[in-house]
């Protein structure tokens, strides 16, 4: 068993039990199927999955493979079947994705970065100013 299979069925169970499944998972095909068929091992065929998401000799394709393939890309899936495409096939979608997040990770973090540093300069500025008029008084005194 994967890890990726693991976190799947982990979300799984957690949408069961606090009802908050998306509703185009009740409507998809595979909703009553093993994800283990979703998730073959390396070596392994993703044919019988690829079949329930495409239809297939007397089998109509999945009415849910594109809420199913925006769903994998938001969680930025990346390894089984979703929406009808092999993980080769999703790491080509996924990959360009996590490349925009670490950019824009990179880009938060840089703004951050820069505003703790203008407000430690604030601080010290307006530490410098209260010391200085402090001075002043005295020595006026």
């Not at 994800?35 to 390396?42: S, T």
């Not at 007397?58 to 092999?86: D, F, I, M």
């Not at 979608?93 to 604030?122: M, S």
């Amino acid at each position: 068993m994967t890890d990726r299979l693991t976190l799947t069925r982990l979300r799984r169970h957690i949408h069961d039990l606090v009802g908050i499944r998306p509703e185009w998972e009740e409507l998809a095909s595979c909703a009553q199927t093993d994800p283990e068929a979703f998730f073959p091992e390396k070596g392994q065929s993703a044919r019988q999955a690829l079949r329930i998401c495409n239809g297939g000799p007397g089998r109509e394709a999945c009415p849910v493979r594109t809420e199913c393939l925006n769903a994998a890309l938001a969680q930025r899936e990346y390894s089984g079947v979703w929406g009808g495409l092999r993980a080769s096939e999703l790491r080509k979608l996924v990959k360009p994705l996590l490349a925009a997040d670490r950019a824009a990770n990179k880009e938060r973090k840089a703004k951050a970065a820069a505003a703790q540093a203008a407000a430690r300069e604030a601080k010290a500025k307006a530490k410098a100013a209260k010391t200085g008029a402090r001075t002043a008084t005295r020595v006026a005194a």
